[in-house]
């Protein structure tokens, strides 16, 4: 029972306490023995049969795949922007190596989001374009990444139906938003914005 056993862990449970982790298996024993090989699209489930994880082997094709590496490759300046020797825990360039032949993506931390929260401002009607998504490369950013965007948006229509319609209620009251208080680019940042979340990082 997932409920259950999510009532008995805590953040400090890193699974490298052995005792602790014999206590949680003796409480919420697994549903059958050993181990599986599952090499098809399969769901999870708990024993009140709440489904709890997905899997779903190539789901994402090898064209898919393509479109994501492009459009992050659009991305790789304001990737590298992001990267610096005073970061914090999200963008200190201790945190970030590239591998020894220089290969896949630029290493970096950043947010992709029409409606963005600035940092330092608590007023909730404050939102704007995320700094990511300013200037020139925005329109085609957001069409590089709407295939792949419209793919998660669709996974989660059939996985969690609720988080869904409130996602696109929410991307409905910022359109609104934006236009009754005209607000600079996020309208044209909404109109190609084609995933349910209204944040990628």
């Given at each position: 029972?997932?409920?259950?056993?999510?009532?008995?862990?805590?953040?400090?449970?890193?699974?490298?306490?052995?005792?602790?982790?014999?206590?949680?298996?003796?409480?919420?024993?697994?549903?059958?023995?050993?181990?599986?090989?599952?090499?098809?699209?399969?769901?999870?489930?708990?024993?009140?049969?709440?489904?709890?994880?997905?899997?779903?082997?190539?789901?994402?094709?090898?064209?898919?795949?393509?479109?994501?590496?492009?459009?992050?490759?659009?991305?790789?300046?304001?990737?590298?922007?992001?990267?610096?020797?005073?970061?914090?825990?999200?963008?200190?360039?201790?945190?970030?190596?590239?591998?020894?032949?220089?290969?896949?993506?630029?290493?970096?931390?950043?947010?992709?989001?029409?409606?963005?929260?600035?940092?330092?401002?608590?007023?909730?009607?404050?939102?704007?374009?995320?700094?990511?998504?300013?200037?020139?490369?925005?329109?085609?950013?957001?069409?590089?990444?709407a295939r792949p965007a419209a793919i998660t948006s669709a996974a989660l229509r059939v996985m969690h139906p609720e988080q869904y319609w409130a996602g696109l209620r929410t991307l409905s009251n910022l359109g609104n938003i934006a236009v009754s208080k005209d607000l600079p680019q996020m309208p044209e940042a909404l109109q190609y914005w084609a995933s349910v979340f209204n944040t990628l990082s």
């Open positions: 029972d997932i409920a259950r056993y999510s009532k008995l862990i805590s953040p400090k449970d890193t699974g490298h306490n052995e005792h602790r982790e014999a206590r949680l298996l003796e409480r919420c024993p697994p549903g059958h023995e050993g181990k599986r090989l599952v090499d098809e699209p399969a769901t999870i489930v708990d024993a009140s049969s709440a489904i709890i994880a997905w899997y779903l082997p190539d789901a994402l094709t090898d064209t898919t795949q393509k479109e994501i590496r492009e459009a992050t490759d659009l991305l790789a300046l304001s990737l590298k922007k992001s990267v610096r020797a005073d970061g914090n825990w999200r963008t200190n360039q201790k945190l970030f190596n590239r591998g020894s032949e220089d290969v896949g993506p630029t290493p970096g931390c950043i947010n992709l989001s029409p409606a963005w929260f600035q940092q330092g401002h608590e007023n909730m009607s404050d939102p704007e374009v995320s700094a990511s998504l300013k200037g020139p490369s925005c329109e085609n950013i957001l069409k590089a990444i």
